[in-house]
């Protein structure tokens, strides 16, 4: 199944990547896309992507305006937002493949 594309609306609002709620094929990237949310959280302790409803949150996903609080973020390394940056981007030809982020200095190094 390793290379194979999917498609169909499929996932928990939070942490479903912009190209499936688009209708569009998807790979292994929307695993990366999720996994930045779950990593974002971890370090905020909310979502990067919120809204009241199901469709809020979907409208703010394929929005995909990343924010890092000053306030939240304040002790997170530049390094991490990096990565969040490049797990979370909307365009899928550019979003980090698993490998990359495996290799990325904030994961390497760690």
């Given at each position: ?80 937002k990096d990565l969040l940056r490049r797990m979370l981007c909307k365009d899928v ?8 982020v495996l290799r990325h200095p904030w994961v390497a190094n760690?």
């Amino acid at each position: 199944m390793e290379g194979e594309m999917v498609s169909g609306v499929v996932g928990t609002p939070y942490y479903v990547a912009p190209e499936v709620l688009l209708g569009r094929d998807y790979g292994e990237k929307v695993d990366v896309w999720s996994a930045g949310v779950v990593l974002y959280i971890m370090l905020a302790g909310f979502p990067p992507f919120y809204g009241e409803t199901a469709a809020e949150i979907f409208e703010a996903v394929l929005r995909g305006n990343l924010r890092f609080s000053a306030r939240v973020f304040q002790s997170a390394s530049a390094s991490v937002k990096d990565l969040l940056r490049r797990m979370l981007c909307k365009d899928v030809s550019r979003r980090f493949s698993a490998e990359q982020v495996l290799r990325h200095p904030w994961v390497a190094n760690a």
